[in-house]
């Protein structure tokens, strides 16, 4: 669903009522390593993650999901898409930005993520917002595609 320009995005926990919007999103945003069903409904439900999502005039146009372990006080952005309709206009950033404040809450301090070398529009984004790449994982994806991994010191 393309928001309408000026209208308003919320970002909140987002929860089991939406798992078919949430497997829709991202059935659309990732072609291999998606997240299954099974998956999903343990997330929505586990205490460590926090399932967050993004709204326009009720539709979910984003989603996100952040792990927390027990006896680390790093996190890990598991999964970040915006539907591809609403890209471009700031939800990403957004949504990384509630992320961080997520994060500090739950006692946190530093942050890490996995993304594909080839993913430009996500480069972008967490380079800008103070993420440096750590590590290279080599065949990472399902598709044997190796990981970039970022890191981010709160
Ligand atoms: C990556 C993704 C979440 C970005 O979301 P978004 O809402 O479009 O991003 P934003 O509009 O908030 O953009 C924030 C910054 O990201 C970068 N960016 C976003 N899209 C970009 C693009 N197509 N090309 C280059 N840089 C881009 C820019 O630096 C941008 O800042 P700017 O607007 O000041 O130039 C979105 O493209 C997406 O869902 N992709 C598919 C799923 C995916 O790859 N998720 C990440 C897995 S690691």
Same mark, same amino acid.
């Given at each position: 669903? /393309?928001?309408?320009?000026?209208?308003?995005?919320?970002?909140?926990?987002?929860?089991?009522?939406?798992?078919?919007? %949430?497997?829709?999103?991202?059935?659309?945003?990732?072609?291999?390593?998606?997240?299954?069903?099974?998956?999903?409904?343990? %997330? %929505?439900?586990?205490?460590?993650?926090?399932?967050?999502?993004?709204?326009?005039?009720?539709?979910?146009?984003?989603?996100?999901?952040? %792990?927390?372990?027990?006896? !680390?006080?790093?996190?890990?952005?598991?999964?970040?898409?915006?539907? &591809?309709?609403?890209?471009?206009?700031?939800?990403?950033?957004?949504?990384?930005?509630?992320?961080?404040?997520?994060?500090?809450?739950?006692?946190?301090?530093?942050?890490?993520? &996995?993304?594909?070398?080839?993913?430009?529009?996500?480069?972008?984004?967490?380079?800008?917002?103070?993420? /440096?790449? !750590?590590?290279?994982?080599?065949?990472?994806?399902?598709?044997?595609?190796?990981?970039?991994?970022?890191? /981010?010191?709160?």
């Amino acid at each position: 669903m /393309k928001p309408e320009i000026g209208a308003a995005i919320f970002i909140r926990r987002v929860g089991l009522n939406r798992i078919d919007d %949430l497997l829709a999103l991202e059935e659309s945003s990732f072609p291999t390593d998606r997240i299954s069903r099974r998956n999903l409904r343990n %997330l %929505l439900r586990s205490e460590s993650a926090c399932c967050l999502g993004a709204y326009s005039s009720g539709a979910l146009i984003g989603s996100m999901v952040i %792990l927390f372990r027990a006896g !680390t006080r790093s996190a890990r952005i598991y999964s970040l898409a915006v539907s &591809e309709a609403a890209r471009g206009r700031g939800v990403g950033r957004r949504m990384m930005a509630r992320a961080e404040q997520e994060v500090r809450k739950r006692g946190c301090v530093k942050m890490r993520l &996995e993304v594909r070398p080839d993913n430009i529009p996500a480069i972008r984004l967490y380079e800008k917002l103070g993420f /440096k790449k !750590t590590q290279e994982l080599s065949g990472y994806y399902e598709d044997a595609s190796s990981a970039h991994v970022y890191r /981010k010191d709160l």
